[in-house]
């Protein structure tokens, strides 16, 4: 049986949203005769209501469907940084003024910051461990999957947690996250992510495709499905509404887009990487 691809990005706690898009993508995975295979892209928690319900959904769906992947976003990290310092860390003041107490709400059912960080380790080890194991990137067919973005001048390899996952970004004066948006290369690696907010539709570039469409902003989760037999590249998304079809912003740069030919785009790259022994990307953890 055939793989299709989804892709999901920043749920940021709307657990109602994920549920549904997730129905969807498993009805149009049947209907193409198709294996599903998710990669989520980090933030599953922070400022939504229900983080705990997200991280459950991810962990069960990764569980059913082989080569399913949690990607490591900047939120989870915080949180984890939260976690093992008992909330003592510079980072942990981060964590709570950008959505952390939300989740704190949605796992201890009342503002107790105090008391979540023993409950998480005694009643929900299982979701620390998928969190600790979430990888900062994997390949899918040619497509790099991360977080927030990479250094499109640096080796894979030299790129960790600060970039794949948009630690750095909470620098101050750190202009990563527009230099990744802006750059312009029709002939680097495709890369597919979330972590900046594009607007209400996904954005597509002659490099990247852009799909967090804030779900917790905006009321609007997006996936997008990619068939790594045709490379139809589609997207889909869901709202208060239900869940449609909907059509990608074409950013042409100069070099048109991803979007307009695919296949041809891949399997240059994947040409590419075999003639210069370049590996697949890796699922770089952090412990």
Known sequence: MQTIDFFIADTHGESVLLMQLLSFLQRHA??????PRY????????RGPDSKG?????IRTIQRHEGSVLLLGNHEY?????LDSNGKSELSGSWALNGGMATVESY???????????ALKANFGHHVAAIRNASLSVERHGLLAVHAGIEWTMDLADQGV?????????????????????????????????HTIIGMRPEVTENRISIDTGASRNGRLTACIVDPDTWDISFAQSTEAGVRYI????????????????KRVFEAYRS?????????????SIG
């Open 108 to 118: 201890m059912g009342k503002l107790d910051i105090k008391g979540m960080f023993p």
């Open 162 to 194: 600060d970039i794949l996952a948009g630690i750095r970004d909470m620098k101050p004066y750190s202009n990563f996250r527009e230099k990744f948006l802006a750059h312009v290369d029709p002939k680097a690696r495709p890369v597919i992510h979330g």
């Open 78 to 82: 915080m949180m984890l940084d939260a």
């Open 247 to 262: 059509e990608a912003r074409r950013l042409d740069r100069g070099f048109g887009t991803l979007l307009d030919d695919p």
């Open 54 to 58: 997200c991280v459950e959904t991810a």
């Open 39 to 46: 990669t989520f892209l980090g933030d599953l928690v922070d």
């Open 272 to 284: 590419t990487s075999a003639e210069n022994g370049v590996q697949a990307a890796s699922s770089l």
């Open 30 to 35: 049947r209907s193409r005769g198709a294996e």
